[in-house]
């Protein structure tokens, strides 16, 4: 029987899609690494391209929820069965909902375990199309697929969710071990040099993440599964960095140089810049509306921290005290604030739209942990940070805004001790243009807002620099050899890629 007009469209419109350039995407199962790489797919779908993202059952919502079908229909999403693992508590398959983050090191070892559901679904998605995707972009936690991706001649490209100057010192700080003196002699305010680096730039011992100091301890368990990834990072086909030139394009030539094969770090943000992704409204917003142009000062300590009591109280009382209005995330479910604070500011509890918090007008200065995506998001708005770092990089973010941006206030100690009132209200009097390093942060935020939408514009420097890679991944694509297709490799499809065993490893499509 001849195709119907109906059957022949759908064929065609089947054959057209596969026929799109198509990217795979596979996050780390954390919200700060995530939400940059959704930014991602929502450009790249924006460019004309098809977008296959890779999660878990219990991500999945999120990701919908901020790239509904209805508005990016090019982006398909995935979802591998996330491993039970003792003594991980069942339905926790994301960093931000981890009871303690002693668990950190038990989740890690849970996300290797997806190694083979994601070896049927390359299998799978390498034999639908008439060409291979462009490439699999995966988050550094990921490593394990970069063998995977080589079996199949499909390039990896690494994702850390980090700066390139926080990527460059962790990768000089790893390997020349700069910090090892001030270790051992204890004094964690003893300065030292990086390697690599320019001279005027000195860090402590505090200013180091834990992974590297702890890189030394062969019990550490973090430092056996990074052990374990071993040359997964540096032997990819290059660096996806959610950052641009004028932030970070100094530090590219020395993080490009601890890679292999010669990758390139490719600076393709502020990618909360390139797309205009789904967000919920929220009441917060509707708050700012009755609010001065500037005069709110929004406060989040990220979802991977647990704030003690002691210090919620210590920041509420200061937050009253310094006379200004303020948003304020709470991660604890159980902590309850002072009456006080009523009287000036608002307390949320959960998930909120910091974007477009931080993008309005009221917002006039940002009290943040320093995640990255946070810095990037506040630069973004022109809004200057009262910097409070905490834990992994976030001190060498802290820095870089501070010391080397001026757009921001440092407010800090050593890990573990609490910040009293009097030196919360400060620091959020200062970042709010209370005295001359606020004001300097602010100038200096302002001009970096401007900067990021340069960046991301047509012709900028982030723009080109992403389609300078897609077009270098497409001369790549046309002379990939599909070892999966050899014979060895046909078995491979012939016994695991059925239906029934896509099934039976759980893969899903939404």
Not at 3 to 26: C, K, L, N, W
Not at 497 to 502: E, F, I, S, Y
């Amino acid at each position: 029987m001849p195709p119907t007009a109906t059957s022949a469209t759908s064929a065609g419109m089947a054959a057209q899609e596969t026929e799109r350039d198509h990217v795979v995407i596979f996050p780390f199962m954390a919200k700060g690494h995530t939400i940059p790489l959704l930014h991602l797919a929502a450009a790249l779908s924006a460019r004309g391209l098809r977008v296959t993202l890779v999660t878990t059952p219990a991500n999945s919502p999120f990701i919908r929820r901020h790239l509904p079908t209805c508005r990016h229909p090019a982006v398909a999403i995935l979802t591998l069965p996330f491993p039970h693992l003792h003594p991980l508590p069942p339905g926790v398959e994301s960093t931000d909902v981890l009871p303690s983050l002693d668990l950190y090191p038990a989740f890690l070892r849970a996300t290797g375990l997806l190694r083979r559901p994601f070896h049927h679904l390359l299998v799978r998605l390498l034999g639908e199309a008439a060409r291979p995707p462009l490439c699999l972009i995966s988050d550094f936690f990921l490593g394990w697929t970069l063998p995977l991706c080589r079996r199949f001649g499909l390039p990896r490209l690494v994702f850390h969710g980090m700066s390139t100057f926080s990527m460059a010192l962790c990768k000089s700080l790893w390997v020349h071990q700069p910090h090892s003196t001030s270790a051992a002699s204890g004094d964690h305010r003893l300065p030292f040099h990086v390697p690599g680096t320019p001279p005027s730039l000195l860090l402590t011992l505090t200013d180091v993440p834990d992974t590297i100091r702890n890189s030394a301890n062969p019990d550490d368990p973090v430092t056996q599964y990074l052990n374990e990834l071993g040359d997964s990072d540096v032997s990819s086909w290059g660096i996806v960095v959610n950052s641009f030139a004028a932030v970070d394009g100094d530090y590219v030539r020395l993080l490009e140089s601890f890679y292999l094969g010669g990758a390139r770090a490719c600076l393709v943000g502020p990618l909360s810049l390139l797309a205009d992704i789904e967000s919920d409204a929220h009441e917060c917003l509707k708050w700012l509306d009755g609010k001065d142009r500037g005069s709110v000062v929004f406060v989040s300590f990220g979802t991977q921290v647990h704030v003690p009591v002691t210090q919620l109280h210590e920041v509420a009382h200061g937050l009253v005290q310094s006379g200004h209005s303020f948003v304020w995330v709470v991660r604890s479910e159980t902590w309850a604030p002072p009456d006080c604070v009523q009287e000036r500011g608002k307390i949320v509890r959960g998930w909120v739209p910091q974007r477009e918090i931080l993008g309005h007008v009221a917002v006039g200065g940002f009290v943040s942990h320093c995640g990255w995506n946070s810095v990037l998001e506040s630069l973004s708005a022109g809004v200057p940070i009262l910097a409070w770092p905490m834990i992994a990089e976030q001190r060498l973010n802290a820095k870089h805004v501070v010391e080397l941006l001026g757009a921001g206030v440092l407010v800090g100690a050593e890990a573990g001790e609490i910040i009293g009132r009097e030196e919360v209200a400060k620091g959020v009097k200062e970042v709010m243009g209370g005295g001359e390093k606020g004001w300097k942060a602010r100038e200096g935020a302002a001009e970096l807002r401007q900067a990021a939408a340069a960046a991301v514009a047509e012709g900028g420097t982030s723009d080109q620099a992403l389609e300078e890679l897609l077009e270098e991944l497409r001369r790549a694509n046309s002379n990939v050899i599909r070892e999966f297709c050899k014979e060895e490799d046909q078995a491979v499809v012939a016994e695991e890629a059925t239906h029934a065993d896509l099934q039976q490893d759980g893969i899903q499509i939404s």
